[in-house]
């Protein structure tokens, strides 16, 4: 599944345009921790935290996902979302809690 199918079966909202939307997601990974995303996160991953600072990026980046998925409807400073753009990270937003989110990416990863 490409991240821009995600969105779009998940109802998710893109704050980087159209950045890496036919990226292929490989696997998710739910974490608030930056050092534990750092340890485990995969390459081609999914990323879903409630985090919103800058760091993300250095972690998304250093990781390789495939996109960082906020949940909750939680908003983020435009500074991270510009630079998000100009590092082809892609930032998406869903108004579901992480837990219900991860549940949804899980299944949706296991269909196809």
């Known amino acids: 599944m490409k991240v821009g199918e995600l ?6 909202e893109v704050l980087t345009g159209s950045v890496n939307l036919d990226r292929e997601i490989r696997s998710g ?6 050092s534990d995303a750092i340890a485990n996160i995969e390459e081609g991953s999914v990323w879903i935290t409630i985090q919103r600072h800058i760091n993300i990026l250095g972690v998304a ?3 390789d996902v495939a996109a960082i998925l906020i949940p909750n409807n939680l908003q ?16 998406l937003r869903g108004s579901l809690s992480a837990f219900e989110l991860s549940g949804l990416l899980y299944n949706a990863l296991k269909r196809g």
């Open 61 to 63: 980046k250093l990781k």
């Open 7 to 12: 969105a779009s079966v998940l109802g998710l």
């Open 29 to 34: 990974y739910t974490s608030d921790l930056l």
């Open 76 to 91: 983020l400073e435009q500074e991270v979302i510009d630079k998000a753009r100009a590092e082809s990270i892609t930032i």
